[in-house]
């Protein structure tokens, strides 16, 4: 974990959320703030790619600074990164915490974020890394236990250091219905684990 570097005004830890989707994941997270689960966390920016994005109408719902930088409207990855780290520096972001977000992060962010960037993805590492469908992969693959994990980003895609695995069953009767259902479920208690776990760590340095 980084040196302590609480946020410039307050004595909590400034969260970024960002999300490529709907953003179902994101909103389990920011439902967890509305219901004051974190003492030393709080929510200064949602950045979505898509509309429309329920994450985004969720966070105007609480107040919540929320900015649409959209893939689309960059001729490459590396300005489009270069962007979002400008916005990222402009709300002072301690954490980015990376919700069903699809792109791959770059060089200039990880150096800028190091170390402080996480990400949650639908399978217990080290199965179904490197893919946008896990849950489905799980399944056509017949495992019994799947899972969800959260770990911080580093140079290599789907890999760094694990914070927090929450094991998933998958019964003979599972569909991908059923199944991501038990993903929506569980994701919460993953999120709150992993910031929790940051809270503490951040604390302690």
């Known amino acids: 974990m980084p040196k302590k570097i609480m946020s410039r005004n307050t004595q909590k830890i400034k969260w970024a959320f960002m999300v490529s989707g709907w953003g179902r994941t994101a909103v389990n997270a920011l439902e967890l703030f509305e219901k004051s689960t974190f003492n030393f966390s709080e929510i200064s920016l949602l950045i979505y790619d898509e509309i429309p994005c329920g994450a985004h109408e969720k966070s105007k719902e609480m107040g919540i600074k929320s ?3 959209s893939r689309k409207n960059f001729k490459n990855s590396t300005l489009h990164q270069k962007h979002l780290l400008k916005v990222l520096n402009e ?10 977000y699809k792109y791959r992060v770059k060089k200039e962010l990880l150096n800028a974020f190091q170390n402080r960037i996480l990400n949650i993805h639908p399978s217990l590492f080290p199965s179904f890394l490197g893919t946008q469908t896990a849950i489905q992969d799980a399944l056509d693959y017949g495992v019994k236990i799947t899972g969800i994990t959260t770990h911080i980003i580093d140079e290599e895609y789907d890999k760094g250091v694990i914070l927090a695995q929450e094991p998933i069953r998958i019964n003979d009767s599972d569909d991908f219905e059923t199944l991501y ?9 993953v999120i709150e684990d992993t910031i929790l776990l940051t809270e503490q760590r951040f604390d302690n340095q």
């Open 91 to 100: 709300y002072q972001i301690d954490f980015i915490f990376m919700l069903a």
């Open 181 to 189: 259902v038990k993903f929506i479920d569980k994701g919460k208690k």
């Open 67 to 69: 900015i649409q930088v």
